[in-house]
């Protein structure tokens, strides 16, 4: 039986209060704006406090679209079964070692959450589980007890690993509070910090915080000293541009402590001797507008130095350089690793006689690594189109470090590589219990031409007895905003939909930087059109090459993802068979014209400041969703959205829907579920998670008939 979509005889109807906004001379009307609550933020923390009439509406849409989805109850259930039986449930990750112990994690046997431990190390050894030889740190099962949301975010040692801090939240909101346990007795002390966003050890009594302030915003750096009342902490630093966002870490060296001030496209970093805690933070090099950087430490026989990765002198896919730690100016840096136009570096780690990246050229990445002597290799793959990422450990004087490998056919491998002989060994696969072969699957790397002419990467999946010949449905994936490019990696989930006949693509569209930073910049602004135009190329170009057909595509994307769908099927929405937009930002204007709201100033940079600027309020007013909707007919849509949001309101989802459902001129399904207990990330735990992809994936099918 195929799956569908019944919808119920009355759908929910949002009442219109129209309100008006004026800038720049132009009044718009709003008759949904009344569903932003006017104490959202305490509604952030505490949903119960949602006032009822928002309350009353939204839960009026989950329960339409509970309803509507209730004859694929079954296919989600098969689904569910299918993605928790590629899941190995009892999973052991391999040891991070550091001095005398191996860290630990470990996923148990019906466990959402994972437990952290350790074992004693001898010396240079790796040791694999032992549970005679474990001591538990954290068994976040048990602290998730009782709570219907729960997600932890630090689990940090002390240097002299006494002491493990770590970070919760229950709410969604992202407002989290540090705890600090005593790993020989596994007791939390009295001390709890809330609202930490960041943390970092500097000595074995000593960790440097970062705050969120009413509005969400890291602003604030503190110094905590074990022991003491949280309240007398001393703050160090206070960044009061309301654009930028505070960070701390600790070097690798373990040498120093940076604090890490930036936005879209300005840093500025700032660093104190862990061994001198009362000295003042030193200035690496001030902020300037377009200027990023970033910095590590390291010391060895050629010098007491810092590591800088920055786009100074033009180099827009980012160079490395290196200047000594007494003169840590830009005056005096030095590059080891010139600017290659194209070949955007992403990432950077330091050890004491390496340094290595990984960079990413035509959106394919790469690992490169440079010695003391000053010779560079680079670690090559075969694949059509495959993911890397970097896995560093903890420890600073070491030859070896770890890498993560894997395309959409391969699961995930995790390979050592010593950069010493040049040797790698392989450590782990991802296993799949329920079986999983990749010969029977295909990826492809295919090219699109957008309405400029620019070619856009897009990556494929489809099982190998798929026939190309127009027929298969497809789901459309893409995000494309704030420079972050979307990995060709492995996702056991998708296979459910490539197994069911479904050709998953990825459309690498600009926005992102596979193509390096210019594939960035080409979409910020009055640019941003060129994300959705590309989006919309790779669709065409699907349909041209009989991968799929005309209104066979769904399309896919969360968040700033959700923009891009949002715009894509106000512009041809003929094309696509479906949409699902997970928490979409969608309501552009009225947010980006809102500096109240968590993370508007921060973002001015990406879309341009409709307050000061008419051209930019003209240009997001032109392509933002909510304000072009227009009464004619929209494909089935599917939109998702969380009360406890800090990234996308709620309210940006719920007043789309609304004003579509008034508008369009159709019949077909327009969905909205709210979590109303949860935020951006939706449920939390491995297993409660598979519930939101099933419905989405058995929406995508019952669309596509």
Partial sequence: MKPEIRLPANAPVAKKIHTEQSAHGITRSDAYAWLRAGNWQEAMREPDKLPAPIKEY??????????????????????IAEMRGRIQEQDEELPLTDGPYAYCERNIEGGEHPVYYRTSRTSGSRPGPDENNEELLLDVNEEAAGHEYFSHYLVEHSPDHKTLAWSSDTSGAEYYRMFFRDIASGKDSDTVIADVESAAWANESTIYYTRVDENHRSSKVFRHVLGTDPVSDELIYHEKDSRFYCDVETSRSGKYIFVSIGMDDQDEVRFIDVDDPDAKLQLIEPRAEGFEYSVDHQANESGDHFIVLNNGDG????????????????????????????????????????????????????????????????????????????????????SKFRFDYSSPTTPWQTWEYDCATGSRAHLKSQIIPSGHDPLSYVTRRISAKSHDGTEVPVTLLHHKDTPVDGKAPCLLYGYGSYGSSVPAGFSANRLSLVDRGFVYAIAHVRGGEEKGRDWYEQAKFAGKVNSFHDFIAAGEKLVAENYTANANIVIHGGSAG????????????????????????????????????????????QWGNPIESEDAYQAIFNYSPYDNVESKDYPPMLVTAGVSDPRVTYWEPAKWVAKLRDLKTDNNPL???????????????????????????AFALAVTG
């Fill in 562 to 605: 959700g923009l891009l769908v949002g715009a894509a099927v106000n512009m041809r929405p003929d094309l696509f068979a479906g949409v699902i937009a997970d928490v979409p930002f969608v309501d552009v204007l009225n947010t980006i014209i809102d500096d109240s709201l968590p993370l508007t100033p921060g973002e001015w940079s």
């Fill in 315 to 398: 180099a827009k896919d980012f160079k490395l350089s290196f200047t000594k730690v007494s003169k840590p100016g830009r005056d005096n840096w030095v590059d080891f690793q010139p600017y290659k136009p194209g070949c955007m570096i992403h990432s950077f780690e330091v050890f004491k006689n390496w340094v290595m990246w990984l960079a990413v050229e035509n959106a394919l990445p790469a690992i490169y690594y440079v010695g003391a002597d000053g010779k560079q290799s680079v670690l090559a793959f075969e694949e059509e189109a495959y993911s890397l990422g970097l896995d560093a450990g903890l420890e600073y004087d070491v």
């Fill in 58 to 79: 939204l839960v009026a849409e989950n329960s339409y679209c509970s309803e509507a989805m209730q004859s694929t109850e079954a296919l989600q259930q098969q689904l």
């Fill in 671 to 697: 969905l909205l579920k709210t979590n109303m207990s949860s935020g951006h990330y939706g449920k939390t735990g491995r297993f409660a998670m598979l519930e939101d992809y099933a419905l989405s994936f």
